[in-house]
Every structure is written in structure tokens, then in C-alpha cells.
């Protein structure tokens, strides 16, 4: 009987497993609502104190595009992974893949971000860097901190509502 009912076990979990299926990267994206351009003030032209950065899920995987001083300098990278952390925290690990990020390129990054909801919404209405640590180690921002400045992270707006 007990190896009947472990049998009845195995296929039902074997069955739950196989109809259940991942989602990606961009899956995750969409569902949280991040595929928007975020900057730190939305109706001014982008510089270095003032980068937006886009996130597309048209693809897979997801890209993020920075654009730190006009158009002649946006550096692409992909998204790899965005996980929910905490209600207030994600994480999102990218890599540079664009021959502009010059040494950087292939570079992977490691970013935890704080997230401000709307409680009628429930959509993420702004984002900022409270970690961000590079594959080879280096801290670039630690506990909203950008180092070695030591100067806090902007909060990044939602410029733009989704196309899709």
C-alpha cells in the first residue's frame, strides 16, 4: 500500500512539474512593470547628472539601455536575472554588451534597488541603487552610497507608462 501511494506521489509530482513553466527574464519584467525609461527628472535632457536608463522586454534576453549624455553615447546591456527580494527591494544582475562600455564590456553587474510602490496602483512609481558590485568584485555603490564620492543614488522616475 505505502508503495502504491508513493507511486501515486512521484506521478503527481512529476505531472505538477512538467505543466508548470519557468518564467523569463522578460516575463518577470513585464509582470513587475519595469519595461519604462526611469531618470532622475523626467522632462529634462539627459546628461551626466540627469542618465536615463530604458528597459525593453522585447527580447530575450531583456535589454537595458543607459543613455548618460545623448543618444551618441546609449551603452546596451542585458538583463540576466531580476529577482523580487522584499517588498521594497529587487535585484537585477545585467552584463555590458556593447564595444562602447570599452573595458567594461562583458562586465557583470550585481544591483540591489529600493522600490517605492503607489499603494492605490501598485506600480513601482520610482527606483534607486542601494548596491551595485561588478564581477570582478568592486563595490560601486554600497548602502545607497556611490563610492569612493560617498554621494547618495538619485531616485529614478518612471518617465514613460508602457507601450505594451
Known amino acids: 500500500m505505502l508503495t502504491i501511494r508513493c507511486s501515486l506521489l512521484a506521478v503527481a509530482l512529476i505531472a505538477a512539474a512538467s505543466s508548470a513553466v519557468a518564467e523569463t527574464t522578460a516575463d518577470v519584467i513585464k509582470r513587475i512593470g519595469l519595461v519604462e ?28 539601455v543607459t543613455d548618460a549624455v545623448g543618444q551618441a553615447s546609449s551603452l546596451r546591456s542585458v538583463v540576466e536575472e531580476v529577482e523580487i527580494v522584499s517588498p521594497t527591494r529587487m535585484r537585477i544582475k545585467f552584463r555590458a554588451a556593447d564595444a562602447k562600455w570599452g573595458l567594461l564590456n562583458g562586465f557583470a553587474f550585481d544591483a540591489t534597488l529600493a522600490e517605492d510602490i503607489d499603494q ?45
Open 37 to 64: 525609461r526611469w531618470g532622475p527628472v523626467c522632462d529634462k535632457a539627459s546628461s551626466m547628472s540627469n542618465d536615463f536608463a530604458t528597459i525593453s522586454a522585447d527580447s530575450e534576453p531583456p535589454l537595458l
Open 120 to 164: 492605490q496602483t501598485k506600480e513601482i512609481v520610482r527606483l534607486r541603487f542601494m548596491r551595485l558590485v561588478r564581477s570582478d568584485g568592486s563595490v560601486l555603490i554600497r548602502e545607497g552610497l556611490n563610492f569612493p564620492a560617498r554621494q547618495p543614488t538619485l531616485w529614478m522616475y518612471r518617465c514613460d507608462k508602457p507601450t505594451s
